[in-house]
């Protein structure tokens, strides 16, 4: 500074000697054009009106000039904005106290975040332990129901014993673990239940959404006002934002999707720095009128599958006729149809159209019914085994349908030829069959029953005479009971004549407790049982099989259905 001083040192044109302190700066323009405006302390001293307001110390231009706000400089209308500028540079120390601030600010958000990050870290693990599917855990409480360890250590420590004392230890264990089995099935039921649950309790996807508000949040911090007003105006539309991109993660992340999680996150990333304008110009009616999608988040990965697998079917189905032939012809729908076929009484053939049509539109879903043990255990069609035969002349013609069922006419009208069924009926069986009679003309009969398996000489003999037989025939618009022939006992109804010229009849078969019943179908309020006097020896006969008998024109008996059963409903 001093060496400005001596460089620069301006020295006063009337005191030669002195250097100049003061340069004036106010009311120049008023002054007297000679009068100087550089004063030195000689011309102060002459000056009678010397105001001090007027002048500027040269000292403090060069001193301060380049570094500082100059208070009478420059000439202004209001000198009080100079000073509190000049004021405000004396508070030079206030913006590194902010930077301080704003650092020991962030510095403290860390500390809070990570303390808080690790508690809740902590926290996490310890619940993913309790509420998250843990083989060991799994293991464990088998380990507990199941008594293996037991059996375990059985098997290993038998040293000094006989082959014979360990299979006494081990089937006395046995033994123990088959008495609680009821109790064993609803622990591990339980069991099953409980993992099950756990293992689909998982959700990386709440958390993720999280931890993107907060990094956006953090976006937000600001320690200037202008930046505040700023992000408030933004914030509102920032939230209006967020929802729509929430939203538009939401469809896409529908889980029939089967979209991946790093494509959703990195999708929302790319959304959350999309342009406000661009995706707050999207319509905010997503949906259609009255419409809501579908659920599917509530859904377990197992029920997925299965609708998956549905539609797959279903646009097969509709595109292509063999892959329909190849579900039509399946083990499980063919079981279903047969087992439709065998409840006669509870769908006529209009609903067993209908059934067969859903059960091939729901295929997917009868995977999980295991239709072949049911039908074995229960029902067994046995029509395939049945084969008609007839003795010369074959007067009868028989045609056998596509699904087994039979067709019996008579070509002549001159007798009632008949033909039987090979297949000898076991005693400890029970059988339903299922007839269809047609007859429309006077002096037309129709015979079913059973007859024994006769000796060839005895063969030309009329069934009927066996005695086991119900006798049709058509009158006045009726097919009614013709006269008696073992089936004649009124069991329910109070008489067996229908208005119709087709009848739907049910032959129901137990020799073994002497029952041999046929009602008329579907609603079976008429039933005929065998005489008294025949059926209590019926459980005697050994070569008894099943026959039809017709004559007349346009008569028909025909075989629908037959099958063994466990029992009659
Ligand atoms: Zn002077």
Not at 96 to 109: C, E, G, H, R, S
Not at 317 to 323: I, R, T
Not at 421 to 432: A, E, G, M, P, Q
Request: charged content about 25%; some cysteine; hydrophobic content about 35%.
């Amino acid at each position: 500074m001093d060496q400005i001083n001596q460089d620069k040192s301006l020295k006063c044109a009337k005191h030669k000697k002195k250097q100049i302190e003061l340069i004036q700066v106010i009311n120049t323009q008023n002054e007297n054009q000679n009068q100087s405006f550089f004063y030195c302390p000689g011309c102060i001293y002459e000056d009678q009106s010397f105001d001090n307001s007027k002048y500027l110390q040269l000292d403090e231009i060069l001193d301060e000039g380049h570094k500082n706000v100059i208070k009478r400089w420059p000439p202004i209308n209001d000198y009080k904005i100079i000073e509190k500028l000049s004021n405000l540079c004396l508070m030079e120390d206030a913006n590194a106290m902010m930077q301080d601030k704003i650092v020991n600010f962030f510095n403290k958000l860390r500390d809070d975040i990570l303390s808080k990050l690790d508690i809740m870290q902590k926290k996490m693990v310890e619940l993913s332990l309790q509420n998250t599917f843990q083989k060991q855990k799994l293991v464990k409480q088998y380990q507990d129901i199941s008594n293996i360890i037991t059996l375990r250590q059985l098997l290993l420590n038998h040293e000094g014993e006989s082959s014979e004392e360990l299979q006494t230890r081990y089937k006395q264990l046995v033994k123990e673990m088959e008495q609680k089995k009821d109790q064993t099935t609803n622990h591990l039921q339980s069991l099953l239940n409980i993992s099950q649950t756990l293992q689909g309790n998982v959700n990386f996807e709440h958390a993720a959404q999280i931890r993107n508000r907060i990094i956006s949040q953090i976006d937000e911090i600001t320690f200037f006002n202008q930046d505040i007003s700023q992000n408030n105006s933004q914030h509102a539309n920032n939230s209006s934002c967020q929802q729509i991109v929430d939203q538009i993660v939401t469809l896409v992340s529908n889980k029939t999707n089967f979209c991946s999680d790093a494509f959703l996150l990195s999708l929302r990333e790319q959304l959350q720095k999309t342009d406000p304008l661009l995706l707050t110009s999207i319509s905010n009616k997503i949906f259609q009128e009255n419409k809501q999608p579908i659920d599917f988040y509530k859904l377990n990965e197992e029920q997925l599958q299965q609708i998956s697998e549905f539609v797959h079917h279903s646009v097969n189905l509709a595109e292509d006729k063999n892959y329909e032939n190849q579900i039509k012809d399946s083990t499980q729908i063919q079981s279903l149809i047969t087992l439709i076929g065998s409840e006669s009484d509870l769908f006529d053939d209009e609903n067993k159209l209908q059934l067969k049509k859903f059960f091939i539109e729901i295929f997917p879903f009868l995977k999980k019914i295991n239709i072949n043990r049911i039908d074995r255990k229960n029902i067994q069609n046995i029509l395939p085994l049945i084969n008609f035969k007839q003795l010369n002349p074959c007067n009868l013609v028989i045609q056998k349908n596509e699904d087994h069922s039979y067709q019996i006419k008579n070509q002549s009208n001159d007798s009632a030829y008949y033909c039987y069924s090979d297949l000898i009926l076991d005693v400890n069986k029970k059988y339903i069959f299922k007839f269809q009679v047609k007859m429309k003309n006077p002096n037309s009969f129709a015979f079913v029953g059973l007859t024994r398996l006769h000796s060839q000489q005895l063969a030309y003999n009329h069934p009927v005479l066996d005695n086991f037989s119900l006798i049709l025939t058509y009158e006045n618009s009726y097919i009614k009971k013709h006269s008696n022939s073992g089936i004649d006992n009124q069991f329910k109804g109070s008489s067996f004549q229908f208005k119709s010229e087709e009848l739907l009849l049910e032959l129901r078969i137990d020799l073994q407790n002497n029952i041999l019943q046929i009602s008329d179908l579907p609603k079976k309020e008429n039933m005929l049982a065998l005489t008294e006097n025949v059926a209590s020896v019926l459980f005697q006969e050994k070569n008894l099989v099943m026959y039809v008998s017709v004559r007349g024109e346009q008569c028909e008996c025909n075989l629908l259905e037959a099958k063994q059963v466990n029992q009659f409903q």
